[in-house]
């Protein structure tokens, strides 16, 4: 019966940071190891990648919004009800490193305090261009509270690990919620599918 349950789990995962970070590369790395033939979000998308945590597989589903102002309404829109987000920002824009703490306020003001974030200074690859040094980006994620990593989408470094510290603690701290749930529920009717209405 725990397996039936456990093989319905879902995160809902959020891309944000500003337009042209990297975040469609990000994300696309991560799910087809490969880069995107278009790019541009217009609006919002999403894929999905299947991980397994203590061998319960997790279903992510990835929504990469669109960082460009004029979309700003709808993709903070999709902030609501995530698990997790990937805050993106590029190492060779430091008005896209400034911008990471309206995006925080937003991740805040729509999906809680308490919400699991990892930070990201995408496109390391580009060393002769960086304007943003690595320190700073490790002392505004020590300021949140929250793990960082420098990455490249195009050279795939650290997007595997980003997404695993990402998923391990979304998991660690819900799957105590969901045993508990899943204790009561098995105690009642059987009722699979509210436990998983409750992530
Ligand atoms: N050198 C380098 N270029 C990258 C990397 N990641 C993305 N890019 C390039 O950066 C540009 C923007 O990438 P996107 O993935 O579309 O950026 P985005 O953040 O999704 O942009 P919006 O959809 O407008 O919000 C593209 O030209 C990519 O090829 C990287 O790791 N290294």
């Known amino acids: 019966m725990a397996g039936s349950i456990y093989n319905n789990l879902v995160a809902k995962l959020v891309m944000t940071g ?15 190891d490969r880069l995107p033939t278009y790019l541009s979000t217009v609006g919002i998308d999403f894929k999905t990648k299947t991980v397994l945590m203590d ?5 992510l589903q990835i929504w990469d919004t669109a960082g460009q102002e004029r979309f700003h309404t709808l993709s903070v829109s999709y902030f609501r009800g995530a698990h997790g987000f990937i805050l993106v920002y590029d190492i060779t824009n430091s008005s896209s490193f400034e911008n990471t703490s ?10 809680g305090e308490e919400v699991e974030v990892v930070l990201l200074g995408n496109k390391c ?16 994620a ?15 470094i650290n997007i595997e690990n980003a997404f695993h510290m990402l998923s391990e603690a ?23 599918s509210s436990c998983v209405s409750c992530w």
């Open 125 to 140: 690859d580009r060393e002769d261009e960086r304007e943003v040094s690595k320190e700073r980006g490790e002392k505004l």
């Open 102 to 111: 309206l995006w925080m306020k937003d991740i805040k003001m729509k999906a």
């Open 170 to 192: 979304i998991y660690a701290k819900r799957s105590s919620v969901l045993i508990h749930q899943n204790v009561v529920i098995l105690g009642e009717s059987k009722k699979s």
């Open 18 to 32: 500003d337009s042209n970070v990297g975040k469609t590369c990000v994300v696309s790395r991560y799910t087809d």
């Open 142 to 156: 020590w300021e949140y509270g929250i793990p960082f990593f420098e990455t490249s989408a195009r050279e795939n």
């Open 55 to 59: 061998e319960t597989p997790l279903k």
